[in-house]
């Protein structure tokens, strides 16, 4: 299962304290989930906005 970060996001950084992998990054638009992601499903549960979707 792998998750992405939709237009929703506000840049809050709540999914980047949330992950245990570090696998979410700043990019040049935005958050990204790297490949470093073990699927856990961390970030989902801490974004505030529901900005992070499965698939």
Sequence with gaps: MAFKI?????SCGTCVEACPTGAIKEGDDGFEITSDCVSCGACLD?????AIKEG
Excluded at 46 to 50: I, V, Y
């Design 46 to 50: 801490a974004c505030p906005t529901g």
């Design 6 to 10: 939709t237009d929703d996001c506000v």
